[in-house]
């Protein structure tokens, strides 16, 4: 698989993921008391939220660039899971993904 065909599978799976965290971020302003000394950071984390989704218009953009996603006849699959490491170990994310299979020859 060539570097664009990656970026076309990986291109919507970075929206997916991202669209996740914008609601996660929405979820958890609403659920904050509206409480003077942390409205400033409620909007901020409301503000990231929007750029998210000005982050994923960027990512459809470069995406139709590439020609669209790139689909496969799912085969087989397997889990990626990852997790975000900015001093906190708190969520972990794990997505399927359907590759086409490739035949390698073995020495």
């Known amino acids: ?3 664009m065909d990656k970026l076309r599978v990986l291109i919507p ?3 997916e993921h991202n669209q996740t965290h914008a609601q996660e971020f929405l979820d958890w302003a609403k659920k ?6 942390i409205e400033d950071a409620i909007a901020d984390v409301q503000s990231a939220a929007e750029a998210m989704k000005a982050v994923n218009a960027h990512l459809r ?13 799912p085969e087989h699959t397997h889990s990626h899971t990852h997790t975000h490491d900015n001093g906190h170990t708190h969520h972990s994310h794990e997505h399927d993904h359907s590759h086409p299979h490739h035949d390698h020859e073995h020495d």
Request: glycine residues 8%; charged residues 20%.
């Open 1 to 3: 698989m060539n570097e």
């Open 13 to 15: 799976h970075w929206i």
């Open 32 to 37: 904050t008391d509206p409480v003077s000394e």
């Open 61 to 73: 953009t470069a995406l139709e660039k590439l020609g669209g996603p790139l689909v496969y006849m």
